[in-house]
Nanobody
Framework: QVQPVESGGGLVQPGGSLRLSCVAS????????MGWYRQAPGKEREFVAR????????DYSDSIKGRFTISRDNAGNTVYLQMTSLKTEDTAVYYC?????????WGQGTQVIVSS
């Protein structure tokens, strides 16, 4: 099993930046990918970004491409989401997931509010 735990959410003004972290514990050596999703009030959860643990390749949603960057640390158990040029529409609960042996493990989420 893998347990992702997110942190770093908060209140930020439009145009500001925020960095989210996701620390994975458990059987991290079996992780295939880790990613970020978000869910705004009244909307479905949507894909934000993903990183492949083996080769480091990344994928991004068109809505955040060029503004958000996903990365991981060398120890291999922490993934970051650097968010810049934040917009009010980025307000959501951000969830981290880890895919291991075909199973998707979700964190509890961290709230991001973009407001003046």
């Amino acid at each position: 099993q893998v347990q992702p735990v997110e942190s770093g959410g908060g209140l930020v003004q439009p145009g500001g930046s925020l960095r989210l972290s996701c620390v994975a514990s458990g059987s991290i050596f079996r992780i295939r990918t880790m990613g970020w999703y978000r869910q705004a009030p009244g909307k479905e959860r949507e894909f934000v970004a993903r990183i492949d643990y083996a080769i480091g390749s990344t994928d991004y949603s068109d809505s955040i491409k060029g503004r958000f960057t996903i990365s991981r640390d060398n120890a291999g158990n922490t993934v970051y989401l650097q968010m810049t040029s934040l917009k009010t529409e980025d307000t959501a609960v951000y969830y981290c997931n880890a895919v291991s042996m075909g199973i998707i493990y979700w964190g509890q989420g961290t709230q991001v509010i973009v407001s003046s």
